[in-house]
């Protein structure tokens, strides 16, 4: 599978979006970069609890709307949550300190990543969400060997 390859998931209600994330969790390893995109309500934060419960993380799984990061220290991987929906201006990535956890031993789930500014490493998936009356579509897009690399194993599923 090339860069660019990509999967269409169409998702009826917030069971199957949970279960889409039991299935990525499977598919990821350690070092990877996935960028969550889509609208207030999307399933962004209901994916993302969908692949900590399938990692073993029994806690409650918030949005971190406030906090800007959630850590999750799993036994596979450590797994960062970024939401950065509150930041004004694309120097506040820098000035948090954020890019160490870009690293070959941790897993980075960040929603809204068009807010840094370009700023935030490249991602190996880009997971985009459509809202629709009924459900929701998320494409889930390789944009890099690594990410194709998780989109093979999440086609095998």
């Not at 993302?48 to 419960?53: A, E, S």
């Not at 068009?114 to 897009?141: C, M, N, S, Y």
Request: charged share 25%; with cysteine.
């Amino acid at each position: 599978m090339s860069p660019c390859a990509a999967l269409r998931f169409d998702l009826p209600d917030e069971a199957a979006t949970l279960a889409l994330g039991g299935l990525l969790a499977g598919a990821l390893e350690a070092g990877l970069n996935l960028w969550l995109r889509g609208d207030l309500g999307a399933g962004k934060t209901t994916l993302t609890r969908g692949v900590l419960r399938q990692l073993g993380f029994t806690g409650r799984v918030k949005s971190p709307t406030y906090t800007l990061v959630e850590l999750y220290e799993l036994s596979r991987f450590n797994l960062y949550h970024f939401d950065l929906y509150r930041f004004a201006d694309p120097d506040e990535w820098e000035d948090a300190g954020f890019r160490d956890y870009f690293n070959a031993d941790s897993v980075c789930l960040v929603e809204w990543p068009e807010k840094a500014g370009g700023q935030l490493p490249p991602p190996d998936l880009r997971l985009r969400f459509e809202i629709h009356d009924v459900g929701r579509t998320v494409w889930i897009e390789a944009l890099t060997e690594a990410g194709s690399a998780c989109l093979g194993r999440l086609r095998d599923f």
